[in-house]
């Protein structure tokens, strides 16, 4: 079974610090990843998206970056926070690239930025 | 441009009554219709999905929706709900582009009396 881990899983941080959020896929290989930001209450946005290691695409400008060192890594990152940054950040896999495939979400990481 | 509306932001009813959540979607195609369950502080857990053919889906936790063309909605349904059905629905459009972008509705949140 496929599991889907994420670090850390709360994070209070200064305005103007850098951020590194990591999520692990176990039990899958070259799945598809995402990654996703929730503001508190809101809906979900999804940020970037891969399909394989070493490619990341951007889906909305938020002032972060993301990378896929390994197969099963997917890493957010920002060198300088923003207060907007606070919220929640989700990955999530899914098995290919058709569109009928069901992603399903990590435990999230709880980022409050002051 | 995709997108989803749940038009109600708040549903209130008595444990053993019948739910039904509302979710309309916009897209010029044949859509992929989800939907997912997050309860308070958690992640997203997927129930179920609408790729093509039989219009009734089931999903997980005895829910299931209808997919109508016609009205372009696809409502959640259960009954009877239960105290622990409360938590927070979000229905999702995932339109076929390269990203698997899930579109998600601002979700509605279900409160069940017991």
């Known amino acids: 079974a496929q599991t889907i881990h994420q670090w850390p899983v709360a994070e209070i941080k200064a305005v103007g610090s850098p951020l590194s959020l990591g999520c692990t896929i176990k039990?899958?290989?070259?799945?598809?990843l995402y990654w996703y930001w929730q503001a508190t209450g809101g809906t979900l946005q999804q940020l970037f998206y891969?399909?394989?290691?070493?490619?990341v695409e951007s889906v909305v400008q938020l002032n972060l970056s993301a990378s896929r060192p390994k197969d099963d890594q997917f890493i957010l990152s920002t060198e300088k926070l923003l207060l907007s940054h606070s919220g929640f950040y989700l990955c999530?896999?899914?098995?290919?690239?058709?569109?009928?495939?069901?992603?399903?979400f990590g435990p999230g990481t709880r980022l409050l930025v002051l | 441009a995709q997108s989803v509306d749940q038009p109600d932001a708040h549903v209130t009813l008595s444990e053993g009554a019948s739910l039904e959540l509302r979710c309309s979607y916009s897209?010029?195609?044949?859509?992929?219709l989800f939907w997912y369950v997050q309860y308070p502080g958690q992640s997203l857990q997927f129930l179920l999905k609408?790729?093509?053919?039989?219009?009734v889906v089931k999903g997980t936790k005895g829910f299931e929706a209808e997919f109508r063309k016609s009205n372009s909605s696809f409502n959640l349904k259960k009954s009877p709900a239960h105290w622990s059905d409360s938590a927070k629905y979000f229905c999702?459009?995932?339109?076929?582009?390269?990203?698997?972008?899930?579109?998600f509705g601002k979700g509605t949140k279900l409160s069940v009396k017991s």
């Open positions: 999530a896999w899914s098995l290919g690239r058709g569109a009928s495939d069901t992603q399903y």
């Open positions: 039990g899958k290989s070259s799945p598809n």
């Open positions: 891969s399909i394989t290691v070493g490619q």
């Open positions: 897209y010029s195609a044949a859509p992929y």
């Open positions: 609408y790729i093509t053919g039989d219009t």
């Open positions: 999702a459009l995932e339109g076929g582009g390269s990203n698997a972008k899930l579109t």
